[in-house]
């Protein structure tokens, strides 16, 4: 089945420093998701984007498309100990079932 | 207004035994989904439920298997229990089949020994 492959694996930053989240497949994506899922909690949604380029932000969070709607990021400026978790990218396929990346965990160093 | 709720919160079985999860959706939700994540993946589709019945389904044995009820929450079976069957186990709902966001609660974290 179709895979989307997030880099890195695992990330640790200086707190303030910026954070960065790719998500890749090999073919064309017609949605993609990010959830955020603390460590011991559950995935909480946290956009969908749809459009080719499309940039949506919230806050310190910055989320992008790629032109040819193969790639994904996710970028947090200025990193808080309370971004500290794992971040999954997915695609929603058919109803609702939703299919998720490798996810990169996020820790922050205070 | 309650989000989803599931339970129990952990769970521990041995080898073959059988186990059933519950889940009640957020309130307004009609259409529940149950998630696999093993420690240190990312949660992998197990089923989709909708008016009652399978809508949707993942690469799972038909030893997994699930049943909503009326007001809409639901259940997952798993029968015959493999030391990999163990991983936290999450629900997620939402409105209708086509769009909306869903909703994971905290998810059953179950013990296969």
């Known amino acids: 089945g179709q895979q989307v492959m997030q880099i890195p694996q695992y990330q640790h930053v200086q707190e303030g420093e910026d954070f960065t989240t790719y998500c890749n497949s090999s073919?064309?994506?017609?949605?993609i998701q990010w959830y955020k899922q603390r460590p011991g909690g559950h995935p909480v949604f946290l956009i969908q984007?749809?459009?080719?380029?499309e940039v949506k932000k919230q806050k310190r969070l910055t989320f992008q498309f790629g032109e040819a709607k193969k790639n994904s990021s996710l970028h947090i400026t200025a990193t808080q100990t309370t971004d500290v978790g794992t971040y999954f990218c997915?695609?929603?396929?058919?109803?609702?079932?939703?299919?998720f990346g490798t996810g990169t965990k996020l820790q922050v160093i205070p | 207004d309650a989000g989803v709720t599931q339970s129990p919160t952990h769970l521990i079985k041995t080898r073959g035994q059988q186990v059933t999860l519950r889940c009640s959706p957020k309130?307004?939700?009609?259409?529940v989904s149950w998630y696999q994540q093993a420690l240190g993946q990312g949660p992998q589709f197990i089923f989709q439920?909708?008016?009652?019945?399978?809508?949707q389904r993942g690469n799972f044995p038909d030893r997994f298997s699930g049943h909503q009820f009326p007001n809409y929450s639901s259940e997952l079976n798993v029968n015959a229990l493999l030391l990999g069957d163990s991983a936290l186990y999450l629900c997620?709902?939402?409105?209708?089949?086509?769009?909306?966001?869903?909703?994971f609660g905290p998810g059953t974290r179950l013990l296969v020994l």
């Open positions: 309130s307004g939700h009609d259409t």
């Open positions: 997620a709902s939402s409105v209708g089949t086509s769009g909306g966001t869903q909703y």
């Open positions: 073919t064309t994506l017609s949605n």
């Open positions: 984007l749809v459009k080719s380029g």
């Open positions: 997915a695609v929603k396929r058919g109803y609702q079932k939703v299919t």
């Open positions: 439920y909708y008016e009652e019945e399978e809508r």
